[in-house]
């Protein structure tokens, strides 16, 4: 019996569909087709007909899942036409299972919010037809694509009330699957000795079950917690091995990929570089083949994080750049930030200080980007709760529940535009446009804290302009309002995007530019007081400029923000004791400075 068939038989068996084997003369054809693959089936009256379309119609199915592993671009276009084929039929579970097969591929090859949507309506479904087996499944696609993008808790929370409802269906295989969900949120926090428990149970409910595909993917699961334990690298090894031994005795390049890349890094982490190398580009390969990016993605971090502890600090860099651009191409904008900030890291060690600020700036923008996917993707999770919620109403209800979401939503749209407005106010000055002292305390404590302090140097630089009061005296204030929005202009321009300015009160401003240390620092004030020093504003009188004295430190990590802005503030007022126009720092003050 042939792997396809066992798998039609199975999938028919599952369903309770009728196998609609033709009779001999038949005179009815149905048939399917689409991308690569085609099915035809012919009956012998029409009595059987539908039930030899359904049968078709799973067997093509069975093709597709078969061809996910190895080619899911085409799987997916397929397997959308079949969707649309059994919405015709009205098989309602077929449909179901097509969504849960999609939603499967989008995780690897698209989106993971697109996975999550399909998912979402395969759940609706698969709770309309009282299938818990099928809800299990959809549920564990749900909730492992909340802990991709970082939302522990909330994956956490879906798979405990799964395994709940698995348990009260006696469901050992669906157990053992949301079980292993569990356990990748908690290594998700690098919590690896409960990651190794929950997958440890996840094997004693799946091996007896004997779903291939599962335990090659707990086994690699495994590794990928042992490897975190102390004297546990030979048990890594192992679990990798054994998920190899499934994978590619079954074909799964995915699951191959995973533990090729596993075993590099074991082999990486006991120093054997020739053999991690290996494994690493073997694991790249595959899950190329099986168009995986995310994972090939976060395999290349790893061999460049590795890369850099031991000093290959050029590949490390080539490694991580590799992949941004197709990262970013998906929007997978967390992973590509992930790859730059290692990238940005080598660079600087290798001295190349200019790609290196750029490379961290394209890192930011990611993060920025990432921040903002996972709103959009908070407000669609909002929508598709809410759509389940509704579906266990009858209809009036629904109606109500309907009306009253939405006066909630534009009650709730209204008060955030309210508290938006308050926020600007709060944070923002008025005149320039630029954040405020506290907007700018927040910013800098921030950057304090964040676990980068250590490797990225910060500076702060203080800025107060020269005799401003006189353009304020002779010229007006509305003059003098002007000039300030100029300088704040130039000061945006000048300035790294990355850098933050603010106004924090009359002529005075401040910014932090983190990933610059107090040499280069310096330099950066001195091209900030050539422009300023160039700055026009004209008047029906005539032309008006001013000059900048300039205080320039770099943050001390062991002490707040606020005391290295008082520094660089006693640094700025030692420029105006000097003769204004000209760039401080603590090695030009006369008394130590002591806060």
Same mark, same amino acid.
Do not use: C
């Given at each position: 019996?042939?792997?396809?068939?066992?798998?039609?038989?199975?999938?028919?068996?599952?369903?309770?569909?009728?196998?609609?084997?033709?009779?001999?003369?038949?005179?009815? &054809?149905?048939?399917?087709?689409?991308?690569?693959?085609?099915?035809?089936?012919?009956?012998?009256?029409?009595?059987?007909?539908?039930?030899? %379309?359904?049968?078709?119609?799973?067997?093509?199915?069975?093709?597709?899942?078969?061809?996910?592993?190895?080619?899911?671009?085409?799987?997916?276009?397929?397997?959308?036409?079949?969707?649309?084929?059994? &919405?015709?039929?009205?098989?309602?579970?077929? %449909?179901?299972?097509?969504?849960?097969?999609?939603?499967?591929?989008?995780?690897?090859?698209?989106?993971?919010?697109?996975?999550?949507?399909?998912?979402?309506?395969?759940?609706?479904?698969?709770?309309?037809?009282?299938?818990?087996? $099928?809800?299990? !499944?959809?549920?564990?696609?749900?909730?492992?694509?909340?802990?991709? &993008? $970082?939302?522990? =808790?909330?994956?956490?929370?879906?798979?405990?009330?799964?395994?709940?409802?698995?348990?009260? !269906?006696?469901?050992?295989?669906?157990?053992?699957?949301?079980?292993?969900?569990?356990?990748?949120?908690?290594?998700a926090e690098d919590d690896a000795e409960n990651y190794v428990r929950l997958t440890q149970q996840a094997l004693e409910y799946l091996l007896p079950v004997g779903h291939k595909q599962r335990i090659a993917n707990a086994w690699a699961n495994l590794g990928g917690g042992l490897v975190k334990l102390p004297g546990r690298l030979d048990d890594?090894?192992?679990?990798?091995?054994?998920?190899? !031994?499934?994978?590619?005795?079954?074909?799964?390049?995915?699951?191959? $990929?995973?533990?090729?890349?596993g075993l590099g890094e074991v082999y990486a982490l006991r120093g054997d570089w020739s053999l991690a190398r290996q494994y690493f580009m073997e694991g790249a390969t595959q899950l190329l083949r099986s168009a995986a990016i995310f994972d090939v993605a976060n395999q290349a971090r790893i061999m460049a994080e590795l890369l850099l502890s031991i000093g290959e600090t050029h590949d490390a860099a080539l490694i991580a750049l590799l992949w941004v651009d197709e990262c970013e191409s998906r929007k997978l904008h967390g992973a590509s930030a992930r790859l730059l900030l290692v990238a940005s890291k080598a660079l600087r060690e290798l001295g190349y200080m200019e790609q290196a600020w750029d490379t961290m700036h394209r890192a930011k923008l990611a993060a920025e980007k990432a921040a903002a996917h996972d709103h959009q993707r908070m407000n669609a999770r909002v929508e598709m709760l809410v759509r389940v919620r509704l579906s266990e109403h009858t209809e009036p209800e629904t109606k109500r529940l309907s009306g009253e979401l939405d006066r909630a939503r534009q009650a709730l749209a209204h008060e955030l535009e309210v508290r938006q407005s308050l926020v600007q106010l709060a944070t923002t000055d008025a005149l320039t446009g630029l954040p405020n002292r506290r907007s700018l305390t927040l910013v800098g404590n921030a950057h304090l804290r964040s676990r980068y302090a250590a490797e990225f140097p910060i500076t702060v630089f203080a800025m107060d302009l020269d005799f401003f009061k006189r353009i304020n005296d002779v010229w007006g204030h509305s003059a003098g309002d002007a000039m300030l929005v100029a300088v704040a202009d130039a000061l945006r321009t000048e300035l790294p995007t990355w850098a933050t300015v603010a106004r924090i009160g009359g002529e005075e401003f401040v910014a932090v530019v983190p990933d610059l240390n107090l040499e280069r620092g310096l330099e950066l004030a001195e091209r900030v007081r050539?422009?300023?020093?160039? &700055?026009?504003?004209?008047?029906? !009188?005539?032309? =008006?400029?001013?000059t900048v004295s300039i205080g320039v430190v770099e943050a001390a990590l062991d002490k707040t923000f606020e005391w290295s802005m008082e520094l660089a503030d006693r640094c700025c007022y030692r420029a105006k004791e000097m003769g204004r126009n000209r760039v401080c720092s603590a090695d030009d003050l006369t008394e130590p400075f002591r806060g």
């Open positions: 019996m042939t792997m396809y068939t066992t798998a039609s038989q199975t999938f028919r068996e599952r369903f309770g569909l009728s196998s609609g084997v033709p009779g001999h003369g038949s005179d009815t &054809v149905v048939s399917f087709s689409s991308g690569s693959m085609s099915f035809s089936h012919s009956t012998g009256d029409s009595q059987t007909s539908e039930n030899a %379309a359904l049968s078709a119609l799973t067997s093509a199915i069975d093709l597709a899942i078969l061809s996910a592993e190895s080619n899911p671009t085409v799987a997916q276009r397929t397997m959308l036409a079949l969707y649309d084929e059994a &919405v015709a039929l009205g098989a309602r579970r077929l %449909a179901a299972r097509a969504l849960l097969h999609l939603a499967r591929i989008a995780r690897r090859i698209s989106s993971v919010d697109e996975a999550q949507r399909l998912a979402y309506r395969a759940l609706e479904e698969l709770r309309d037809l009282s299938d818990p087996e $099928g809800e299990s !499944e959809a549920v564990s696609l749900i909730a492992g694509a909340w802990a991709m &993008v $970082g939302e522990l =808790i909330e994956a956490r929370r879906m798979f405990e009330l799964g395994i709940e409802r698995a348990r009260a !269906e006696n469901l050992p295989g669906s157990i053992g699957l949301l079980l292993a969900g569990l356990a990748f949120t908690y290594g890594a090894e192992a679990a990798y091995r054994k998920s190899l !031994e499934i994978t590619q005795a079954n074909d799964f390049d995915w699951l191959s $990929g995973i533990a090729l890349g050539q422009r300023l020093a160039a &700055v026009q504003v004209e008047r029906p !009188e005539g032309g =008006i400029s001013t």
